[in-house]
């Protein structure tokens, strides 16, 4: 990058605290310099035809036709082979005397777990590649292709900080955004009990509760990243709830905030820090970390159907608490002052709900109090 000069060079992600973050560059910039670096063919979606490869491997290394064919047959699937040609491969066998790191390390993990007296798959080996498995090969129709070049962002979003459990641990989401999602396309892909919360005592009417989820009601919500504050503006009942934070360091001396709308930016326009963490603020108090870990360019083996992002690669799985009567159902309601419940408060599923406390013609029966409940563990 001799040539790019001080300018340009601030575009390159570089550390600012070593293997923590990067210092502060600009996405759309940083694809760029990739852009101008990279011949076409190194970002493009086509395959390299076998022979176009092979003139391109011998002169680069200058071989012959003769010492290409070679490597060709020494490197080839078939001399990969476990066992031979005629008995089917069983993937789950490793060979006893590997020399591959990768065999030996499968190895002492299959002796370990079957040395486990407790054989339990975890919920997380379960689906480790569930999400992956999903989008892999999958073809994009016609016109629904991510463009070559285009720049994928990974984000991690992780719980918020009112789960006091799962403040410290893994992210709760993955999800890879294109340089031309909006930060509003990440609000949207985020999701959270909180927005699915219903405020209220809705025992009298148990029916129109799932009507009034919190998303539907509070829906101003904001990013800060960089000094600047993204406000959700889409619809007529979002407000600026960024201004009283901005008002209060004006009073207190502090730098000033910007303020931006969040529909209008795109990630390509962002000035960001790799591995810093960002917030993103929903339902009044409801705040998330939201650590942006990679910028790239695409690759052919990326999924390409534009359709599927902003694409959830992984998510945190907890477990869901369940019906206190029939121990089955993932709880619905909380009860409250409720002589038909073991404990104050009480978690039911939806039919166990109904089957108490109301009568064949959907009549309260008793006096108590009813609040919807979202379990977190909904979403697995
Ligand atoms: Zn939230
Ligand atoms: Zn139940």
Redesign the pocket.
Known sequence: MATCGKSVSENIPDYEYIDVNTKTFDIGAFRNLWLERLKPSHYSYKEKEDEEFETELSKEFGLNAETVNDLKSICSLDSLRCNPVDRPTDTNVVPPDSTLRTLIQRKRRQDYKSNLTVQKVGRHDLYADELERLTFGRNPTEGNEIPEGEVIISVNVYYPTIFERFKYIRPHMTLLMTGSHTLANLRDAICCVSDLQVCGEFSNTPDIAPDFISKDHYRSSFFYLEGVFYNDMRFPECQDISSTTIDWAKSHNFPSYEKAKMEDTKFIDLKIKVGFPYLYCHQGDCEHLVIITDVRLSHKTDCLDKKLYPLLTHKHRVTTR????????IGRWLTSNDRYAPCDPCL??D???RLLHYDDQGNKLGDFLAYPYVDPGAFN
């Open positions: 369940r019906c206190t009567v029939c121990h089955l159902y039911f599923c039919k166990c709900f």
